[in-house]
């Protein structure tokens, strides 16, 4: 099984960026799909973004559209995150996830806080 360990975490202002990262062990990091999700204080997680194995495509979700960027590095077992033009209902906890065969293995999590 994959193991994931996501970093990058902190307090940013509105407007600012953030670059997240998840490093994966354990597995053939290629073989997985990647995403993100992330979980406001008592809201649901929800889908960010995901890549593909070769990072070729990318999808996100409508509210971060134009805002992220997940980017992979399958040489270094590393998926990235960038968040840019940061919101406050950006605060949450960022979840990186990697996905087959319909199964997602999660990361423990990396906080998020966007100050106004």
């Known amino acids: 099984q994959v193991q994931l360990v996501e970093s990058g975490g902190g307090l940013v202002q509105a407007g600012g960026s953030l670059r997240l990262s998840c490093v994966a062990s354990g597995r053939t990091f290629s073989n997985y799909v990647m995403g993100w999700f992330r979980q406001a204080p008592g809201k649901e997680r929800d889908f960010v973004g995901a890549i593909s194995r070769s990072g070729g495509r990318t999808n996100y979700a409508d509210s971060v559209k134009g805002r992220f960027t997940i980017s992979r590095d399958n040489a270094k077992n590393t998926v990235y995150l960038q968040m840019n033009s940061l919101k406050p209902e950006d605060t949450a906890v960022y979840y990186c996830?990697?996905?087959?065969?319909?199964?997602?293995?999660w990361g423990q999590g990396t906080q998020v806080i966007v100050s106004t």
């Open positions: 996830a990697a996905g087959l065969l319909s199964m997602w293995y």
